[in-house]
Each structure stands twice: as C-alpha cells, then as structure tokens.
T-cell receptor
Framework: GAGVSQTPSNKVTEKGKYVELRCDPI?????LYWYRQSLGQGPEFLIY????????DSGLPNDRFFAVRPEGSVSTLKIQRTERGDSAVYLC????????????FGPGTRLTVL | GDSVTQMEGPVTLSEEAFLTINCTYT??????LFWYVQYPGEGLQLLLK?????DKGSNKGFEATYRKETTSFHLEKGSVQVSDSAVYFC??????????FGPGTRLSVLP
C-alpha cells in the first residue's frame, strides 16, 4: 500500500511569510507525528496527533507553529512569520496506534527561509 | 525523561568489515527500541525493532539485542557493504511518551 506522503518536497520562502506543509499518513493509522530535522541531527519532536486531537504539542517551539488534523487523516503544519532559523527538513510519520509502536516516515519537506 | 545515547560518527569501514554502533538508553518501564536508517536523500526507514528484554531484532543482515541489564541496543552487522552507507538512528518508544531519537551515526563503507 501507499506510504506516508508529504507535499511539497521543497519549499523556499522569504522571511516573514506564511507556509503550510501537508502530510498524508498511511490509511488507517490513527497516530500522526511531526518532527523537524536539522542537518546532522536526529529528528526533533514537534507534535503528536491521536485521531483528530493533538495528544502532545509540547515540541512546538513557539506560537508561530500550529498543526491541524481535522478529519483524523491528513495533517497540515502551519508556520507563521517564518524566520531563517525555521529552515530544516520537516518530517511526518504515522503509526497504527500511539507509542510505543513503530512509526513510518514520509520523505520530508525541505523548508528554506531566505 | 527518556533518553537515547549513541556513538558519534562518522564511522568509516572497508567493505566486509564488522560493524558495531553502540546505543544506550534511559527509560522508565518497558520501552520498545528501534533502529532507523536514512540513506542519502531519503526519509527514515525502520531497520529493526525489539519490544521486550532479550528480544533480537534483525533485518538485512543487521542485528540488535535488547539488553535490559545494560540498557543497551547495539547495532551489529558481520560484513558491511558499500550500499550500507547511511545515517543510523537509535530510537526509543514508551507508553505515554513520545519517541526519542539519538543524534544519528553516519556510516561510510569504502570499496
């Protein structure tokens, strides 16, 4: 079956702009995660959804970052007033259930803020 | 909270050499342990996993054994290939908590 997909694969924007990153999880997976990965580092947790609700958003760095999953499937990560420090690869993963079951990752969206 | 420590790279080996990448963890309860691999330009892929003490995960010639007494989950392969060149991440998943990833170990295998 289809894996996790993310769009766009690359996004270049200017400082101060608004961006949306989309994630399509594996069908039937109830858990969805967003991570941020900077060069040479491991994934950094941002937010975890169980169904439609955010079960844990403790990793969101500040109130410029927001994510939704209105129908319990597709999720959108939204970043307002982007800053150069937001440049990273944003990874989405889904899982049949919540932790500790394994996560299946998408290819990521590379965000570059000029 | 839970944490994962893994050996820093880069690790450079010749083809057919033996590979060990160390991973130790700190966690409450009974976490599951994972190794993920990230090939150049690609996303993270699950390599292997173990869900309880003394379990051995294996895949593509890689193995790791969940050792609760030493809180370790070291990754091993008897004979590496050039195609194994990638970044390897040790990770931990625990009930009621989010996944924790190590910083990754870059492996380069030379022909």
């Amino acid at each position: 079956g289809a894996g996790v997909s993310q769009t766009p694969s690359n996004k270049v924007t200017e400082k101060g702009k608004y961006v949306e990153l989309r994630c399509d999880p594996i069908s039937g997976h109830t858990a969805l995660y967003w991570y941020r990965q900077s060069l040479g580092q491991g994934p950094e947790f941002l937010i975890y959804f169980q169904g439609t609700g955010a079960a844990d958003d403790s990793g969101l760095p500040n109130d410029r970052f927001f994510a939704v999953r209105p129908e319990g499937s597709v999720s959108t990560l939204k970043i307002q007033r982007t800053e150069r420090g937001d440049s990273a690869v944003y990874l989405c993963a889904s899982s049949p259930t919540g932790p500790p079951s394994e996560q299946f990752f998408g290819p990521g969206t590379r965000l570059t803020v000029l | 909270g839970d944490s994962v420590t893994q050996m820093e790279g880069p690790v450079t080996l010749s083809e057919e050499a033996f590979l060990t990448i160390n991973c130790t963890y700190t966690a409450t309860g009974y976490p599951s342990l994972f190794w993920y691999v990230q090939y150049p330009g690609e996303g993270l892929q699950l390599l292997l996993k173990a869900t309880k003490a003394d379990d051995k995960g294996s895949n593509k010639g890689f193995e790791a054994t969940y050792r609760k007494e030493t809180t370790s989950f070291h990754l091993e392969k008897g004979s590496v290939q050039v195609s194994d060149s990638a970044v390897y991440f040790c990770a931990l998943g625990n009930y009621g908590q989010n996944f924790v990833f190590g910083p990754g170990t870059r492996l380069s295998v030379l022909p």
